[in-house]
């Protein structure tokens, strides 16, 4: 006979599982809140490059057009519904139907980012040959962006979107980490989730196109430069119960477009990150 019998003891309370569950991105953008339709178009005007001119032979002043570029965002339904059985709900260890409301929300807010990701990747400017980040990287950059006119001065409209490869070289930079260069020190405190330094704030991503290769893609720019539209009052995120069949479900919805405004507010920083891949 068994002088002792173990007993196994589940925590009722579950652990979140390790994944990116809030969008990042969408607040660096152009937001347009879609109620009816399913485009959003943006407005993108100004002088077309023109030149002061002087007066005519003819005594007249020149008159021009100004330079008035619509473009538009096509809305597209997504969707993420999870349905578990009563008896599953009941035997399974966990409160499931927290489980199910906070994964659903976590799956539409990767596309979010993962549809603004997209445009970003359409921009056509980059850095050149693949490299590890630095300071001479940050600031050809910028400096491509100061050519093309974009105004860096306006330190809450210009982001840097980078992956945990690129931040970890700039970590390891004096100009970025360093207090003699800096008022924030970076390595005090908890981790933030944006960072400012050289008139630029940085956001970590761990999605970005290419990640853990030596191809992936960052990137500096201005919100001018990218819209996303959303219908607002049509984000979803019910839950419910099926008395018949004896199911719970929980179901997040959103209908949203992403669209790439101005080519020369975005510079694609080609990173080194395959130093960071582990196995």
Request: proline share 2%; aromatic share 8%; hydrophobic share 40%.
């Amino acid at each position: 006979m068994a002088e002792i019998a173990f007993q196994t003891q589940y925590r009722d309370e579950f652990i979140a599982a390790f994944e990116e569950r809030r969008s990042l991105l969408s607040s660096v953008c152009v937001n347009e809140a879609v109620i009816k339709g399913n485009v959003a178009t943006f407005l993108v005007a100004g002088s077309g490059g023109a030149s002061a001119v002087t007066r005519g032979v003819n005594g007249l002043i020149p008159s021009r057009a100004d330079d008035n570029t619509q473009l538009t965002a096509t809305l597209a339904e997504w969707h993420d519904l999870v349905r578990k059985t009563g008896f599953n709900v009941f035997a399974s260890q966990g409160n499931q139907r927290v489980i199910m409301q906070q994964t659903t929300m976590a799956v539409i807010n990767r596309k979010i980012d993962a549809d603004i990701i997209a445009q970003l990747d359409q921009a056509t400017i980059d850095t050149g040959t693949t490299a590890t980040a630095s300071l001479a990287m940050v600031g050809k950059a910028k400096a491509a962006l100061g050519y093309a006119e974009v105004p860096t001065e306006e330190a809450d409209n210009v982001f840097g979107i980078v992956t945990p490869g690129f931040m970890a070289y700039l970590m390891q930079t004096k100009e970025f980490a360093s207090k003699d260069y800096v008022d924030m020190i970076m390595f005090s405190g908890a981790t933030r989730k944006m960072l400012r330094w050289y008139g630029v704030n940085w956001i970590e991503h761990p999605n970005l196109t290419g990640a853990q290769t030596a191809n992936e893609k960052c990137y500096l720019f201005h919100r001018n430069a990218i819209g996303h539209a959303v219908d607002k009052n049509g984000l979803q995120t019910p839950v419910g119960y099926d008395q018949e069949q004896d199911y719970s479900w929980a179901r997040a919805s959103v209908y949203m477009g992403s669209k790439l405004l101005q080519n020369t507010g975005i510079v694609q920083m080609i990173h080194d990150g395959s130093a960071f891949t582990l196995s």
